[in-house]
């Protein structure tokens, strides 16, 4: 059965400063992996998606992610943290066959940016 | 409208109410599917529909009735609900209900059931 597993609830870091949010997934076959954010009241938007083409996507808003099958791992970084960029953000996975399109997330990471 | 919206944003009811939910999406998909956001909980997916029909119902409580007239509505209907079932109701639609294509969402629906 697949599953996402998100280090850390809460993430704080310096405007300016590297983000670095974790995601590990455990699946049967190799999955499809998505990273989405939430602004405040509003719903999720994609950030970047890897569908077993690069192994380092890059996304919207200046973030990347790299698949790491050895490590079983998708962690999404930016290099500079904007104030902007606070928000929560969920790693979810799929598997590419017989699953509709069923998307398992993480319990999601609130990344929170001080001046 | 773009995108996907989802109406009313904010929905307050009494354990005895009947009220619907409801979802549109102006993307051309043709799947559909409703989650449930609590807090502290990863989203989990409720029902899903491929071609306006159901293909997904992930043991969800007969208080929620999920309804798709064509591909671009989704409502669910709900009656009798719990206090433990406030939480943002998130809809989404995909293309083709492939693991490969994207979800989008709309904002989501704040219930909250007193």
């Known amino acids: 059965a697949q599953s996402v597993t998100q280090l850390g609830s809460h993430v704080s870091v310096s405007e300016g400063a590297l983000v670095l949010l974790r995601c590990n997934y455990s699946?049967?076959?190799?999955?499809?992996l998505f990273w989405y954010v939430q602004y405040p009241n509003q719903g999720l938007q994609l950030l970047l998606k890897?569908?077993?083409?690069?192994?380092l996507v890059k996304g919207i808003n200046g973030f990347e992610a790299e698949f790491k099958k050895s490590e079983t791992s998708f962690h999404l970084t930016k290099p500079s943290a904007h104030m902007s960029d606070a928000a929560e953000y969920f790693c979810?996975?799929?598997?590419?066959?017989?699953?509709?399109?069923?998307?398992?997330f993480g319990k999601g990471t609130k990344l929170s940016v001080k001046p | 409208e773009t995108g996907v919206t989802q109406t009313p944003r904010h929905l307050v009811m009494g354990m005895t109410n009947k009220k619907s939910l409801k979802c549109e999406q102006h993307?051309?998909?043709?799947?559909m599917y409703w989650y449930k956001q609590s807090a502290k909980k990863p989203l989990e997916l409720m029902f899903v529909y491929s071609l306006e029909e159901r293909v997904e119902n992930n043991s969800v409580p007969s208080r929620f009735s999920p309804e798709c007239p064509n591909s671009s509505h989704l409502f669910l209907h709900l009656h009798t609900l719990q206090p433990e079932d406030s939480a943002l109701y998130l809809c989404a639609s995909s293309q083709g209900g492939l693991a490969v294509n994207e979800q989008f969402f709309g904002p989501g629906t704040r219930l909250t059931v007193l």
């Open positions: 993307l051309g998909h043709n799947a």
């Open positions: 979810a996975v799929s598997e590419p066959r017989g699953s509709q399109g069923n998307l398992i």
């Open positions: 890897y569908t077993s083409a690069a192994t």
């Open positions: 699946s049967s076959v190799p999955p499809y």
